[in-house]
Protein backbone atom coordinates (compact mmCIF):
# COMPACT_ATOMS: atom_id res chain seq x y z
CA UNK A 1 0.00 0.00 0.00
CA UNK A 2 1.52 3.54 -0.70
CA UNK A 3 2.23 5.01 2.63
CA UNK A 4 3.19 8.75 3.09
CA UNK A 5 6.48 8.91 1.36
CA UNK A 6 4.66 7.61 -1.75
CA UNK A 7 2.07 9.48 -1.55
CA UNK A 8 4.11 12.86 -1.26
CA UNK A 9 6.09 11.78 -4.45
CA UNK A 10 2.66 11.07 -6.36
CA UNK A 11 1.74 14.66 -4.74
CA UNK A 12 4.78 16.24 -6.52
CA UNK A 13 4.23 14.51 -9.81
CA UNK A 14 0.53 15.75 -10.14
CA UNK A 15 0.84 19.13 -8.48
CA UNK A 16 3.54 20.18 -11.11
CA UNK A 17 0.87 18.44 -13.98
CA UNK A 18 -2.11 19.74 -12.87
CA UNK A 19 -2.53 22.33 -10.40
CA UNK A 20 -4.18 25.31 -12.49
CA UNK A 21 -5.96 22.67 -15.35
CA UNK A 22 -9.08 22.17 -16.01
CA UNK A 23 -10.63 18.36 -15.39
CA UNK A 24 -12.88 17.56 -18.32
CA UNK A 25 -13.87 13.91 -17.67
CA UNK A 26 -14.31 11.41 -15.49
CA UNK A 27 -14.19 7.77 -16.72
CA UNK A 28 -14.87 4.67 -14.52
CA UNK A 29 -13.72 1.45 -16.00
CA UNK A 30 -15.56 -0.29 -12.40
CA UNK A 31 -18.67 0.73 -10.63
CA UNK A 32 -17.05 0.43 -7.37
CA UNK A 33 -14.43 2.45 -7.48
CA UNK A 34 -17.09 5.21 -7.19
CA UNK A 35 -18.13 5.60 -3.02
CA UNK A 36 -20.50 9.00 -3.08
CA UNK A 37 -24.04 9.72 -4.84
CA UNK A 38 -23.70 13.59 -4.58
CA UNK A 39 -22.07 15.52 -5.96
CA UNK A 40 -22.00 13.50 -9.76
CA UNK A 41 -18.97 13.62 -11.68
CA UNK A 42 -20.72 16.57 -14.09
CA UNK A 43 -20.93 18.74 -11.30
CA UNK A 44 -16.84 18.53 -11.40
CA UNK A 45 -16.09 19.14 -15.03
CA UNK A 46 -15.01 22.20 -16.66
CA UNK A 47 -13.51 23.11 -12.61
CA UNK A 48 -9.66 24.40 -12.39
CA UNK A 49 -7.52 22.22 -9.74
CA UNK A 50 -7.01 24.50 -7.28
CA UNK A 51 -4.18 22.43 -5.18
CA UNK A 52 -3.24 19.06 -4.52
CA UNK A 53 -3.14 17.22 -0.38
CA UNK A 54 -2.60 14.40 1.19
CA UNK A 55 -5.19 13.07 4.07
CA UNK A 56 -3.64 9.98 5.84
CA UNK A 57 -2.99 7.66 2.62
CA UNK A 58 -5.74 9.40 0.47
CA UNK A 59 -4.73 12.07 -2.30
CA UNK A 60 -7.35 15.31 -1.81
CA UNK A 61 -8.22 16.86 -5.45
CA UNK A 62 -9.01 20.13 -4.43
CA UNK A 63 -11.28 21.49 -7.34
CA UNK A 64 -12.44 25.19 -7.72
CA UNK A 65 -16.01 25.66 -6.04
CA UNK A 66 -15.18 23.98 -3.25
CA UNK A 67 -15.29 20.49 -4.63
CA UNK A 68 -12.89 17.97 -4.06
CA UNK A 69 -12.06 14.33 -5.04
CA UNK A 70 -10.53 12.20 -2.50
CA UNK A 71 -8.56 9.27 -3.82
CA UNK A 72 -7.67 5.84 -1.63
CA UNK A 73 -5.07 3.66 -3.47
CA UNK A 74 -5.46 1.28 -1.13
CA UNK A 75 -3.30 -1.94 -1.44
CA UNK A 76 -2.69 -2.42 -5.19
CA UNK A 77 -3.98 0.72 -6.46
CA UNK A 78 -1.33 2.93 -8.84
CA UNK A 79 -1.20 6.09 -11.29
CA UNK A 80 0.02 6.71 -14.14
CA UNK A 81 0.19 9.96 -16.27
CA UNK A 82 0.01 10.27 -20.16
CA UNK A 83 0.45 13.53 -20.93
CA UNK A 84 -1.69 15.62 -23.95
CA UNK A 85 -4.62 15.61 -25.69
CA UNK A 86 -4.84 11.61 -26.69
CA UNK A 87 -6.93 9.69 -23.78
CA UNK A 88 -5.41 6.49 -23.20
CA UNK A 89 -7.28 3.35 -23.26
CA UNK A 90 -8.45 1.38 -20.00
CA UNK A 91 -7.14 -1.69 -19.57
CA UNK A 92 -9.88 -4.21 -18.56
CA UNK A 93 -9.42 -5.99 -15.33
CA UNK A 94 -6.98 -3.58 -14.69
CA UNK A 95 -8.16 -0.37 -15.43
CA UNK A 96 -9.85 1.48 -12.88
CA UNK A 97 -10.30 4.92 -13.56
CA UNK A 98 -9.49 7.56 -15.74
CA UNK A 99 -9.05 11.15 -15.11
CA UNK A 100 -8.99 13.68 -17.71
CA UNK A 101 -7.43 17.23 -17.63
CA UNK A 102 -6.79 19.92 -20.25
CA UNK A 103 -3.13 18.96 -20.26
CA UNK A 104 -3.52 15.19 -19.90
CA UNK A 105 -4.96 11.95 -17.83
CA UNK A 106 -4.10 10.55 -14.88
CA UNK A 107 -4.73 6.79 -15.20
CA UNK A 108 -5.89 4.11 -11.78
CA UNK A 109 -4.67 0.77 -12.19
CA UNK A 110 -5.53 -1.39 -9.73
CA UNK A 111 -3.40 -5.28 -9.73
CA UNK A 112 -5.57 -8.36 -8.15
CA UNK A 113 -9.22 -9.32 -8.41
CA UNK A 114 -10.05 -7.78 -5.04
CA UNK A 115 -10.77 -3.84 -6.08
CA UNK A 116 -10.49 -2.16 -2.84
CA UNK A 117 -9.37 1.57 -3.95
CA UNK A 118 -11.84 4.30 -3.88
CA UNK A 119 -13.05 7.55 -4.84
CA UNK A 120 -15.09 10.12 -3.20
CA UNK A 121 -16.53 13.37 -4.48
CA UNK A 122 -17.40 15.76 -1.91
CA UNK A 123 -18.52 18.92 -1.81
CA UNK A 124 -17.22 21.42 0.83
CA UNK A 125 -14.73 21.61 3.86
CA UNK A 126 -17.00 20.14 6.39
CA UNK A 127 -17.76 17.17 4.78
CA UNK A 128 -13.91 16.47 3.43
CA UNK A 129 -13.62 17.07 7.41
CA UNK A 130 -15.79 14.01 7.51
CA UNK A 131 -13.30 11.45 5.72
CA UNK A 132 -9.98 12.35 7.60
CA UNK A 133 -9.12 9.33 10.02
CA UNK A 134 -7.34 11.79 12.44
CA UNK A 135 -4.09 10.51 13.04
CA UNK A 136 -1.23 12.53 13.79
CA UNK A 137 0.98 14.38 11.22
CA UNK A 138 4.43 13.26 13.03
CA UNK A 139 6.51 15.29 10.62
CA UNK A 140 4.47 18.21 12.39
CA UNK A 141 4.29 17.11 15.59
CA UNK A 142 6.56 17.21 18.95
CA UNK A 143 7.65 14.46 21.00
CA UNK A 144 4.71 15.04 23.63
CA UNK A 145 1.92 14.99 21.05
CA UNK A 146 3.76 11.73 19.71
CA UNK A 147 3.94 10.48 23.03
CA UNK A 148 0.10 11.36 23.77
CA UNK A 149 -1.07 9.61 20.75
CA UNK A 150 0.92 6.37 21.25
CA UNK A 151 -0.47 6.38 24.99
CA UNK A 152 -4.22 6.93 23.46
CA UNK A 153 -5.31 3.57 23.36
CA UNK A 154 -3.06 0.22 24.67
CA UNK A 155 -1.86 -1.43 21.19
CA UNK A 156 0.85 -3.10 19.85
CA UNK A 157 3.75 -0.66 18.42
CA UNK A 158 3.44 -2.04 14.55
CA UNK A 159 -0.81 -1.93 15.39
CA UNK A 160 -0.50 1.30 16.47
CA UNK A 161 2.11 2.98 14.25
CA UNK A 162 -0.39 1.80 11.27
CA UNK A 163 -3.34 2.49 13.23
CA UNK A 164 -4.35 6.02 10.28
CA UNK A 165 -6.49 7.02 13.45
CA UNK A 166 -3.58 7.52 15.35
CA UNK A 167 -1.17 8.12 13.04
CA UNK A 168 -1.05 9.72 9.39
CA UNK A 169 0.35 7.89 6.48
CA UNK A 170 1.99 5.27 8.22
CA UNK A 171 0.95 1.21 6.89
CA UNK A 172 2.99 -2.38 7.01
CA UNK A 173 6.36 -1.16 4.93
CA UNK A 174 7.79 1.61 6.72
CA UNK A 175 6.25 0.67 10.34
CA UNK A 176 8.82 -2.32 10.21
CA UNK A 177 11.81 0.13 8.96
CA UNK A 178 10.69 2.53 12.06
CA UNK A 179 10.92 0.03 14.70
CA UNK A 180 13.97 -1.97 13.29
CA UNK A 181 15.66 1.40 13.29
CA UNK A 182 14.11 2.12 16.97
CA UNK A 183 15.31 -1.02 18.26
CA UNK A 184 11.55 -1.97 19.52
CA UNK A 185 9.39 -5.34 18.80
CA UNK A 186 6.63 -4.75 17.19
CA UNK A 187 4.56 -6.72 19.65
CA UNK A 188 5.56 -4.54 22.98
CA UNK A 189 2.70 -2.55 24.27
CA UNK A 190 2.49 0.89 24.19
CA UNK A 191 1.78 0.68 27.87
CA UNK A 192 5.08 -0.45 28.84
CA UNK A 193 7.52 1.89 26.67
CA UNK A 194 9.30 4.20 28.31
CA UNK A 195 9.85 7.62 28.25
CA UNK A 196 12.87 7.33 26.42
CA UNK A 197 11.53 4.71 24.22
CA UNK A 198 9.40 7.09 22.81
CA UNK A 199 11.81 9.37 22.37
CA UNK A 200 13.76 6.95 20.27
CA UNK A 201 10.71 5.77 18.42
CA UNK A 202 9.76 9.46 17.91
CA UNK A 203 13.00 10.16 15.75
CA UNK A 204 12.76 6.71 14.09
CA UNK A 205 9.44 7.68 12.89
CA UNK A 206 10.59 11.31 11.82
CA UNK A 207 13.89 10.02 10.72
CA UNK A 208 12.67 7.03 7.87
CA UNK A 209 9.16 9.10 6.69
CA UNK A 210 11.63 12.22 6.15
CA UNK A 211 14.82 10.04 4.35
CA UNK A 212 12.66 7.69 2.64
CA UNK A 213 10.41 10.79 1.06
CA UNK A 214 13.84 12.48 -0.39
CA UNK A 215 15.02 9.27 -1.31
CA UNK A 216 12.19 8.63 -3.83
CA UNK A 217 12.07 12.40 -5.01
CA UNK A 218 15.54 11.93 -6.13
CA UNK A 219 14.98 8.30 -7.96
CA UNK A 220 11.95 9.92 -9.42
CA UNK A 221 13.26 13.51 -10.25
CA UNK A 222 11.14 15.37 -13.07
CA UNK A 223 9.35 12.10 -14.33
CA UNK A 224 5.76 10.95 -12.64
CA UNK A 225 6.47 7.89 -10.49
CA UNK A 226 6.68 4.13 -12.06
CA UNK A 227 7.68 2.45 -9.68
CA UNK A 228 5.54 2.23 -6.38
CA UNK A 229 6.44 -0.46 -4.13
CA UNK A 230 6.03 -1.48 -0.49
CA UNK A 231 9.83 -3.86 -1.21
CA UNK A 232 13.17 -2.17 -1.44
CA UNK A 233 15.86 -3.52 -1.69
CA UNK A 234 18.03 -0.98 0.65
CA UNK A 235 14.95 -1.53 3.51
CA UNK A 236 16.54 -2.81 6.63
CA UNK A 237 13.97 -5.29 7.57
CA UNK A 238 10.88 -5.08 5.49
CA UNK A 239 10.48 -7.90 2.81
CA UNK A 240 13.69 -8.91 3.86
CA UNK A 241 12.95 -12.51 5.54
CA UNK A 242 16.11 -14.20 6.23
CA UNK A 243 18.24 -12.11 4.51
CA UNK A 244 20.97 -10.28 6.50
CA UNK A 245 20.15 -7.39 9.38
CA UNK A 246 22.58 -4.30 8.49
CA UNK A 247 23.00 -3.61 11.91
CA UNK A 248 24.21 -7.02 13.48
CA UNK A 249 23.90 -9.49 10.35
CA UNK A 250 21.56 -11.70 11.90
CA UNK A 251 18.60 -13.11 9.57
CA UNK A 252 15.50 -11.04 9.43
CA UNK A 253 12.52 -12.97 10.96
CA UNK A 254 8.67 -12.64 10.11
CA UNK A 255 5.34 -12.92 11.39
CA UNK A 256 2.80 -13.90 9.06
CA UNK A 257 -1.25 -13.12 9.38
CA UNK A 258 -3.72 -12.71 6.64
CA UNK A 259 -2.26 -11.37 3.67
CA UNK A 260 0.70 -8.80 6.09
CA UNK A 261 3.75 -9.70 7.72
CA UNK A 262 5.77 -8.59 10.17
CA UNK A 263 9.30 -8.21 9.73
CA UNK A 264 11.83 -7.37 12.39
CA UNK A 265 15.20 -8.55 13.44
CA UNK A 266 15.02 -10.37 16.67
CA UNK A 267 18.80 -9.75 17.79
CA UNK A 268 18.21 -6.05 17.73
CA UNK A 269 14.32 -5.73 18.27
CA UNK A 270 13.47 -8.74 20.65
CA UNK A 271 16.43 -9.79 22.86
CA UNK A 272 17.21 -12.38 20.47
CA UNK A 273 13.36 -14.02 21.54
CA UNK A 274 11.39 -15.16 18.13
CA UNK A 275 7.79 -14.44 17.65
CA UNK A 276 5.16 -16.77 17.24
CA UNK A 277 4.13 -16.56 13.90
CA UNK A 278 0.20 -17.35 13.61
CA UNK A 279 0.03 -20.45 11.33
CA UNK A 280 3.75 -22.09 12.30
CA UNK A 281 2.57 -21.65 16.01
CA UNK A 282 -0.20 -23.34 15.90
CA UNK A 283 1.07 -25.97 13.53
CA UNK A 284 4.62 -26.97 16.42
CA UNK A 285 2.51 -25.54 19.21
CA UNK A 286 5.12 -26.71 22.03
CA UNK A 287 7.77 -27.17 19.75
CA UNK A 288 7.61 -23.42 18.85
CA UNK A 289 11.28 -22.19 18.67
CA UNK A 290 12.22 -19.44 21.40
CA UNK A 291 14.86 -18.33 19.49
CA UNK A 292 17.23 -18.12 16.91
CA UNK A 293 19.66 -20.58 18.28
CA UNK A 294 16.33 -23.05 19.03
CA UNK A 295 15.07 -22.23 15.35
CA UNK A 296 18.20 -23.94 13.93
CA UNK A 297 18.72 -26.63 15.55
CA UNK A 298 15.26 -27.27 14.06
CA UNK A 299 16.11 -27.19 10.55
CA UNK A 300 19.28 -29.18 11.49
CA UNK A 301 16.76 -32.41 13.21
CA UNK A 302 14.32 -32.38 10.41
CA UNK A 303 17.24 -32.16 7.56
CA UNK A 304 19.28 -35.34 9.30
Known amino acids: MP???????????LTSRIRGDVFENLLLGSPFILRSVSPGPAELYGKKVVALSRMG????????DELFMVLHLMVAGRLHWKEGPERPTLVKRR?????????????LTEAGTKKRASLKLVRGEDDLALLDPGGLEVLEADVSSFA?????????????LTDPHLFSGIGNAYSDE???RAKLSPVKWTSRLTDPEIERLYEATRGILTEWTETLRKEV??????????????MAAHGRYLKPCPDCGGPIQRIRYASNETNYCPACQTEGK?????ALSRLLKGDWPKSLEELEEHKAERRQ
Open 95 to 107: GVARFDFAKGSVT
Open 221 to 234: KDAFPGKVTAFRPT
Open 148 to 160: AALRQENHTLKRS
Open 57 to 64: KRIVFELE
Open 178 to 180: ILH
Open 274 to 278: LLADR
Open 3 to 13: ELPDIEVYLDA
